[in-house]
């Protein structure tokens, strides 16, 4: 069994930052991906950014330049610094974890951006 635990959301003005924090706990390897989602109201989810455990990242067209993620292996927790958030990028935010050919998800943490 995997467990992930989200932190850090909350309200912020559009231009702030916020950081999101993800821990994973359980049967984890050493070769996954772990990545952020989003889904905002009446949206689909998508994918925000990922990272593999080798160090390769990715992110969407509409937060790059703008979120960062990174990875404390050690840990197990991924990270997504988000800077000069906009409106639009307000949406529960999930971690989630691949490996093995199987994912799973934390239980999303709120992310309100007020223009």
């Given at each position: 069994?995997?467990?992930?635990?989200?932190?850090?959301g909350g309200?912020v003005?559009?231009?702030g930052s916020?950081?999101l924090?993800?821990?994973?706990s359980?049967?984890i390897?050493?070769?996954?991906?772990?990545?952020?989602?989003?889904?905002?109201p009446?949206?689909q989810?998508?994918m925000?950014?990922?990272?593999?455990?080798g160090g390769?990242t990715?992110?969407a067209?509409?937060?790059k330049?703008?979120?960062?993620?990174?990875?404390?292996?050690?840990?197990n927790?991924?990270y997504l610094q988000m800077?000069?958030?906009?409106?639009?990028?307000?949406?529960?935010?999930?971690?989630?974890?691949?490996?093995?050919?199987?994912?799973?998800?934390g239980q999303?943490t709120?992310?309100?951006?007020?223009?």
């Open positions: 069994q995997v467990q992930l635990v989200e932190s850090g309200l003005q559009a231009g916020l950081r924090s993800c821990a994973a359980g049967s390897f050493s070769i996954n991906v772990m990545a952020w989602y989003r889904q905002a009446g949206k989810r998508e925000v950014a990922a990272a593999t455990s390769t990715n992110y067209d509409s937060v330049g703008r979120f960062t993620i990174n990875r404390d292996n050690a840990k927790t991924v800077n000069s958030l906009k409106p639009e990028d307000t949406a529960v935010y999930y971690c989630n974890l691949q490996q093995f050919r199987r994912e799973y998800w999303g709120q992310v309100t951006v007020s223009s």
